[in-house]
């Protein structure tokens, strides 16, 4: 058992039966009274993210979080397959467990799963992935004074936007933080 003083940022606990992961913190010792911790958390399977306020030195359960890399092999209805580096095993993951990173993956990539007490809980993608473009309209010549922008439809059908000048086949580099276009690969 951890109690408040052990809070950090990313920690996962579990709160009333619920795993949460803790956004932000702030210890608060006002003049009159005892001293609390207002946090901010984030339930990991629903998303929701609610405001809980501990006394100090009250008990928490941390949880601990396993992180093992396994490489994408195929989606398959409403499951993703992902194979084990080193056993060769596979697992089905739901695509609900990883909707915001489902648009930057793709086949034969490396990502890290996520899991507590051998329960998925979701996966990790790379920070930065490089993939082609499929579809992309031409630029206009002529219109590069403003810096501006075109839509660009990447190979796993995710659309960003970029500069002008890039072409269809071309590769780029995009944060999967943001979901925002960085550069071109040569």
């Known amino acids: 058992m951890a109690t408040t003083a052990d809070i950090r940022n990313g920690m996962l606990i579990d709160h009333k039966g619920h795993r949460m992961k803790i956004i932000s913190f702030l210890h608060v010792k006002p003049g009159k009274g005892g001293a609390f911790v207002r946090t901010k958390l984030k339930n990991i399977m629903s998303g929701k993210v609610i405001d809980v306020t501990f006394r ?53 990539m490396s990502v890290g799963v996520d ?26 010549r002529g219109n590069t004074a403003t810096g501006a922008t075109k839509s660009a439809e990447l190979e796993t059908g995710h659309v960003v936007m970029v500069p002008l000048f890039v072409n269809e086949g071309d590769v780029l580099k995009v944060d999967t933080r943001t979901g925002d276009y960085v550069e071109r690969v040569k």
């Open 56 to 108: 100090a030195g009250e008990k928490i359960k941390p949880l601990r979080l396993d992180s093992k890399e396994m490489q994408y092999l195929y989606s398959e209805g409403d499951f993703s397959v992902f194979m084990d580096i080193e056993s060769f095993e596979q697992i089905n993951v739901a695509h609900s467990l990883m909707a915001d990173e489902l648009p930057y993956i793709k086949e034969g």
């Open 115 to 140: 899991s507590i007490n051998d329960e998925i809980i979701g996966i990790r993608a790379p920070v930065f992935v490089e993939l082609a473009v499929k579809k992309s309209d031409p630029g206009m």
